[in-house]
């Protein structure tokens, strides 16, 4: 296997203008993914993603790269909090949106898990850990848009 790419595609039933308010939102992203997010969502921004609660909590810093309203979320993640987010020490994520009838279609994608320089033990379980999370994660944005939606 590969271990080089994850890549989703799905068909959430808001406008790209919702979509990405949730994708990129430090307040919408906590009610589908991480349970609290400290970030801008503006190119250069660096901020904090943190799972878990109590003494049982991992944070991840991340360091947004694009943020094109309505179309584009990217980031960086997993780097150590005292470097700089680049190439081999950190994973890349991207959120494209494209309109598709009265919804989006998102195409989220995960990059970099070879570049870290990992043993393909510690690949293979890195790369596999992210696939279970964005395989629990995003059907959860999904319903969580919908709730959103029906709430306005």
């Given at each position: 296997?590969?271990?080089g790419?994850?890549?989703?595609?799905?068909?959430?039933?808001?406008?790209?203008?919702?979509?990405?308010?949730?994708?990129?939102?430090?307040?919408?992203?906590?009610?589908?993914?991480?349970?609290d997010?400290?970030?801008?969502?503006?190119?250069?921004?660096?901020?904090?993603?943190?799972?878990?609660?109590?003494?049982?909590?991992?944070?991840?810093?991340?360091?947004?790269?694009?943020?094109?309203?309505?179309?584009?979320?990217?980031?960086?993640?997993?780097?150590?909090?005292?470097?700089?987010?680049?190439?081999?020490?950190?994973?890349?994520?991207?959120?494209?949106?494209?309109?598709?009838?009265?919804?989006?279609?998102?195409?989220?994608?995960?990059?970099?898990?070879?570049?870290?320089?990992?043993?393909?033990a510690?690949?293979?379980?890195q790369?596999?850990?992210?696939?279970?999370?964005?395989?629990?994660?995003?059907?959860?944005?999904?319903?969580?848009?919908?709730?959103?939606?029906?709430?306005?």
């Open positions: 296997m590969e271990h790419r994850i890549e989703r595609t799905m068909y959430v039933e808001a406008a790209p203008e919702v979509v990405y308010e949730v994708i990129s939102s430090p307040t919408h992203l906590k009610e589908w993914w991480p349970d997010a400290d970030l801008e969502p503006v190119p250069g921004a660096t901020g904090t993603l943190t799972f878990g609660t109590g003494d049982d909590r991992d944070s991840y810093s991340i360091t947004v790269i694009d943020a094109e309203p309505h179309r584009l979320f990217s980031f960086r993640w997993t780097h150590p909090a005292d470097e700089a987010a680049a190439v081999g020490n950190s994973l890349f994520v991207t959120f494209d949106l494209a309109p598709s009838g009265d919804g989006t279609t998102v195409r989220m994608t995960e990059t970099g898990f070879r570049e870290m320089g990992w043993e393909i510690v690949l293979e379980q790369y596999n850990d992210h696939v279970s999370g964005w395989d629990a994660y995003l059907p959860r944005l999904g319903e969580y848009v919908a709730r959103l939606v029906a709430s306005r």
